[in-house]
């Protein structure tokens, strides 16, 4: 069956970085495109994808600051965050285009 698992969350200060990873098991992972989306209170939001080609999308609020990447041998999905706000505070999870998820990581922005 398929299984996302994430890593790699914690506290950090603003303007610190953190490296998230997701492995994943029981599909072909190279096959398809990969997304992160974070969940807080209230508000889920789409943050970044990238297809099996290797394409990047992100959204506004995280361009220039995020970059998505994967290994295709490994694989594993990341998500290197740089220059963290505290309006980044949220669970990330991984996801796959035909709606499997993982349990998420938290990430907490905040002196």
């Known amino acids: 069956q398929v299984q996302l698992v994430e890593s790699g969350g914690g506290l950090v200060q603003p303007g610190g970085s953190l490296r998230l990873s997701c492995a994943a098991s029981?599909?072909?992972?190279?096959?398809?495109?990969m997304s992160w989306v974070r969940q807080s209170p209230g508000k889920g939001e789409w943050v970044s994808s990238i297809r099996n080609d290797g394409i990047t999308t992100y959204a506004d609020s995280v361009k220039g600051r995020f970059t998505i990447s994967r290994n295709n041998d490994k694989n594993m999905l990341y998500l290197q965050m740089n220059s963290l706000r505290p309006e980044d505070t949220a669970v990330y999870i991984c996801?796959?285009?035909?709606?499997?998820r993982g349990q998420g990581t938290q990430v907490t922005v905040s002196s």
């Open positions: 029981g599909f072909t992972f190279s096959s398809y495109s």
């Open positions: 996801v796959t285009p035909f709606g499997s």
